[in-house]
């Protein structure tokens, strides 16, 4: 049985920065896309980053330039945000499934 582990989330200071990193226990075959979510209160969850088998990273626009995502699913949040609360998800995709970990709540303050 396959469990995501997120951890890293906190609360810090507008400007700050945080290390989301992902633990993956048993076997995922076949990933084809890696990366995080987060939703904020009444908001749906949205797409942070996202990483492809071919190489390709998004990001999405309110985080360009402020986050990185490495090949571990480390996502590097720097230069956070108020707008950046919410909780974050760690997501990896294969051809058959989506597995979701539990979430980490990141909190900003201005």
């Known amino acids: 049985q396959v469990h995501l582990v997120e951890s890293g989330g906190g609360s810090v200071q507008a400007g700050g920065s945080l290390r989301l990193s992902c633990e993956v226990s048993?076997?995922?075959?076949?990933?084809?896309?890696r990366g995080w979510y987060r939703q904020g209160d009444g908001k749906e969850r949205e797409s942070v980053a996202t990483?492809?088998n071919s190489g390709t990273t998004n990001y999405a626009d309110s985080v360009k330039g402020r986050f990185t995502l490495s090949r571990d699913n480390v996502l590097q949040m720097n230069n956070l945000k108020p707008e950046d609360t919410g909780v974050y998800y760690c997501m990896i995709r294969n051809g058959w499934n989506i597995y979701w970990g539990q979430g980490t709540q990141v909190t900003v303050s201005s």
């Open positions: 990483l492809a």
């Open positions: 048993g076997r995922i075959l076949s990933v084809n896309l």
